[in-house]
């Protein structure tokens, strides 16, 4: 451990994919590698290594600096609370707040979330957000689409790990274009929102992800715009948005200073994810 996060801090990596610090992130790594529960770290801590299982505690933790992969990619697995996801390079690494308000319905915005029959996932990725939903709402069909047939891919599997087929269904579409006729209770997203700045500034970490499931054009707003202008032909009555947009809360407000954002609070303040109502949208 020890040695690790020397390693790390000197190497100056970057966290945030899964991890927020060295120490995290190493103990992570070991744990893993060790096929030892994660979370358990001070109960193991002086369990003696064989040579064989040192040699590979030590190769992850080598390849984790020199190629500047996180974590995710080099274990093939994330987690969203108690939910384990498998990532690859083909899709970015599940990181989401609206993750958190699915863990009680998205209450108290939805009262019962048994009546909860459709929801969509726009900008799917891995599949994350949309096998949440499929167990936030039990009695919900769930679409999940997304603009990449790569990061399909590895939604599909996701979504058989989690025995879901019959109840999402994966869609490529380029944000809401192969919906037509569809509409839905509740519409989630976690689209590409880094600005033009931001992405020039990415640390080699972020650089290893999709671009096209970062990039958010020059003020982060270009894929949420189009959804603002669509939204509500695909929701029901009652019906809500719910996206996350990173920083770009100021710029938003700016841009739609009429709409009656709801800021929702999340573990990181309540400047990242908004709703909007189908009404608010009309």
Not at 24 to 36: G, N, V
Not at 229 to 257: F, S, T
Not at 258 to 264: E, V
């Amino acid at each position: 451990m020890r040695e690790a996060v020397t390693q790390f801090k000197r190497a100056g990596l970057a966290f945030g994919h899964g991890t927020h610090n060295a120490r995290d992130e190493a103990a992570y790594l070991i744990l893993h590698t060790l096929k030892l529960p994660l979370g358990e770290l001070i109960a193991v801590l002086d369990r003696p290594l064989s040579a064989s299982e040192l040699g590979a505690v030590r190769g992850i933790l080598k390849r984790r600096v020199q190629e500047r992969t996180p974590a995710a990619y080099l274990t093939h697995e994330a987690w969203l609370g108690k939910f384990r996801f498998y990532v690859d390079e083909r899709t970015i690494v599940p990181r989401s707040f609206i993750a958190e308000l699915l863990r009680d319905g998205l209450a108290p915005w939805i009262a019962d979330a048994q009546r909860v029959s459709s929801a969509l996932d726009l900008c799917t990725g891995s599949g994350c957000l949309a096998i949440l939903a499929a167990h936030a709402f039990p009695n919900a069909h769930v679409d999940a689409a997304d603009l990449s047939t790569e990061a399909l891919q590895v939604a599909r599997r996701n979504v058989k790990d989690y025995a879901l087929a019959k109840r999402v269904s994966l869609v490529q579409t380029d944000l809401l274009d192969r919906l037509a006729g569809r509409s839905y209770d509740v519409i989630l997203s976690n689209p590409p929102y880094v600005n033009a700045t931001a992405m020039r500034a990415l640390p080699r970490e972020y650089r290893r992800e999709p671009r096209l499931a970062l990039a958010g054009g020059r003020d982060g707003l270009d894929l949420v715009r189009r959804m603002l202008a669509q939204a509500a032909a695909h929701l029901n009555p009652g019906g809500m948005l719910i996206v996350e947009i990173g920083h770009n809360r100021k710029a938003l407000e700016k841009n739609y200073p009429r709409l009656p954002f709801t800021w929702l609070d999340t573990s990181a303040g309540e400047d990242y994810v908004f709703m909007l109502h189908r009404e608010d949208l009309l």
